[in-house]
């Protein structure tokens, strides 16, 4: 089992920034095990998509509604992965969920980001 915290959220004006971290912990068999972790979102009354993903290794993955401006990095010693947010803008608003896959895939309890026009 891998227990997945998010940190960060809150209100920012439009072309400000927020950081989000995401801290994984569980048994070391299972911490071991996880290979991609990774942020999505969900806006009020949309279905949850990808924003940012990486790899154990670093490869990242971005959506085209992020790219640019965010920037999604990782600290395999404290298992830990953060989304840096920089020029966000009112259709950034959601809630982020961090999510983290071994064989199995799992999910934080969500961190809301509000950008205000």
């Known amino acids: 089992q891998v227990q997945l915290v998010e940190s960060g959220g809150g209100l920012v004006q439009a072309g400000g920034s927020l950081r989000l971290s995401c801290a994984a912990s569980?048994?070391?068999?299972?911490?071991?095990?996880?290979?991609?972790m990774g942020w999505y979102r969900q806006a009020p009354g949309k279905q949850r998509e990808l924003a940012a993903v990486i790899t154990r290794g670093g490869a990242t993955n971005y959506a085209e509604a992020v790219k640019g401006r965010f920037t999604i990095s990782r600290d395999n010693a404290k298992n830990t992965v953060y989304l840096q947010m920089n020029s966000l803008k009112p259709e950034d608003t959601a809630v982020y969920y961090c999510?983290?896959?071994?064989?199995?895939?799992?999910w934080g309890q969500g961190t809301q980001v509000t950008v205000s026009a």
């Open positions: 999510r983290a896959a071994t064989n199995d895939v799992y």
């Open positions: 569980g048994s070391i068999f299972s911490i071991a095990r996880i290979n991609t």
